[in-house]
């Protein structure tokens, strides 16, 4: 399913996030399974607001949204392409913050923001890759954007 096609959207790297949740909450009250009569039809219903919700989850986050416009229009990356694509100060980058976290663990909440910031700024310079069609930035940011936003996860 195309969670574009799904959200009744034109595929796009940036949406209208209030849109998107009206849309969100017309289709669960659509597909809630207590609307239907039969149990087979609650069960296909329950299905459908499981991919409904798994669609929300993807447009809704703007991360995971190009992420998935990008592997959309055909680009997607390997775990061995996004590694391959990192820089050396990327990585060193990460090292340090890492190293940071240990030594003064009391300072999590400082580091994440650090993340955040870096992850905003590579999601920007994607963006702009996105419109100028580079498509070796475009690889090169989306590469980065995944590896820092995964690292952000991993911050408790």
């Known amino acids: 399913m195309n969670y574009f096609d799904l959200f009744n ?24 399974p207590d609307n239907c009569d039969s149990v087979e039809d609650q069960l296909q219903s329950v299905e459908k607001v499981i991919e409904i919700n798994t669609a929300y989850d993807v447009l809704s986050d703007n991360v995971k949204l190009l992420e998935y416009y990008l592997k959309h229009t055909g680009i997607s990356l ?7 694509k990192l820089s050396q ?27 955040k ?19 070796d930035e475009i690889e090169t940011d989306l590469a980065k954007l995944i590896f820092f936003n995964k690292s952000l996860k991993h911050v408790v």
């Open 9 to 32: 959207l034109k595929p796009t790297y940036q949406l209208d996030k209030d849109a998107l949740q009206s849309t969100y909450l017309q289709l669960q009250k659509k597909y809630h």
């Open 78 to 84: 390997s775990e061995k392409e996004i590694q391959s």
């Open 89 to 115: 100060s990327d990585l060193m980058f990460l090292l340090d913050l890492q190293e940071s976290i240990m030594k003064n663990p009391c300072e999590i909440s400082l580091y994440k923001q650090i993340l």
């Open 117 to 135: 910031e870096k992850t905003s700024s590579i999601m920007l310079s994607l963006i702009e890759a996105i419109k100028q069609n580079n498509k």
